[in-house]
């Protein structure tokens, strides 16, 4: 189970770095801060997600709809921490 868990956590750190260079090297990229965001957050780093987020809404505002998916998130998370 361990090893299969390494395999998962070195395959997303590969994409990660890969979304990482495609959205610096293409900041205005839609699809490719999506896909890195997906990528973090399956990686379970809170800090690097964050980050993520606020780089993407830095060049794509986030419109209500999506801010408050955002608040739902992070209410499920405060939700999960307390258990």
Known sequence: MN???ESFSS???VCVT???LK???NPYHYQSHVELIKL???????DK???ARE????????????YSNINNLNNDKKQAEKC
């Open 55 to 66: 780089n993407m809404s830095k060049i794509f505002p986030l419109t209500e709809g999506k």
């Open 18 to 20: 890969f979304f990482l």
């Open 11 to 13: 395959k997303i750190l």
């Open 3 to 5: 090893a299969l868990r």
């Open 23 to 25: 959205v610096s090297s």
């Open 49 to 51: 997600l964050r980050d």
């Open 40 to 46: 973090i957050r399956d990686s379970g780093d809170l």
